[in-house]
């Protein structure tokens, strides 16, 4: 989505994102569904209502604060009022809250990756409660 962004100067860009969005819509389709079914795995039926709210909860809290920040960095990088900005400065605001999304994505990343340790097997046999 970046480089359409930064790279078209005239009106065009919004032809060259149709394949980058086809893209991130289909992968977004492709990985979410899977992923609240691992996440979603290990809960009991008696609690799967309680985790299904606060899973959906935190995925709409997450979207409105990526959208805020996005548009708090977007609104950054324009010196004068919206009516007054020039093309340029909208394609450098835009293209820099587009960079905020693999720069999340990255840290949550390691994130993750750094949290996370393989539950040893012993535990998960013997000290496990039903």
Same mark, same amino acid.
């Given at each position: 989505?970046?480089? %359409?962004?930064? =790279?078209?100067?005239?009106?065009?860009?919004?032809?060259?994102?149709? %394949?980058? =969005?086809?893209?991130?819509?289909?992968?977004?389709?492709?990985?979410?569904?899977?992923?609240?079914?691992?996440?979603?795995?290990?809960?009991?039926?008696? &609690?799967?209502?309680?985790?299904?709210?606060?899973?959906?909860?935190?995925?709409?809290?997450?979207?409105?604060?990526?959208?805020?920040?996005?548009?708090?960095?977007? =609104?950054?990088?324009?010196?004068?009022?919206?009516?007054?900005?020039?093309?340029?400065?909208?394609?450098?605001?835009?293209?820099?809250?587009?960079?905020?999304?693999?720069?999340?994505?990255?840290?949550?990343?390691?994130?993750?990756?750094?949290?996370?340790? %393989?539950?040893? &097997? &012993?535990? &998960?046999?013997?000290?496990? =409660?039903?």
């Amino acid at each position: 989505m970046l480089v %359409p962004v930064t =790279q078209v100067a005239s009106g065009a860009v919004a032809v060259w994102m149709i %394949p980058s =969005q086809l893209v991130a819509g289909a992968g977004l389709g492709l990985v979410i569904a899977p992923l609240l079914g691992v996440v979603m795995a290990d809960i009991r039926s008696s &609690e799967a209502g309680a985790a299904s709210g606060l899973l959906s909860m935190a995925q709409v809290i997450r979207a409105a604060l990526g959208v805020g920040l996005m548009g708090l960095l977007f =609104q950054s990088s324009l010196t004068r009022g919206v009516a007054a900005v020039t093309a340029a400065e909208l394609r450098s605001g835009l293209a820099r809250s587009l960079i905020f999304n693999p720069i999340v994505f990255a840290l949550s990343l390691v994130v993750i990756v750094t949290l996370l340790r %393989p539950v040893k &097997e &012993e535990t &998960e046999k013997g000290l496990r =409660q039903p």
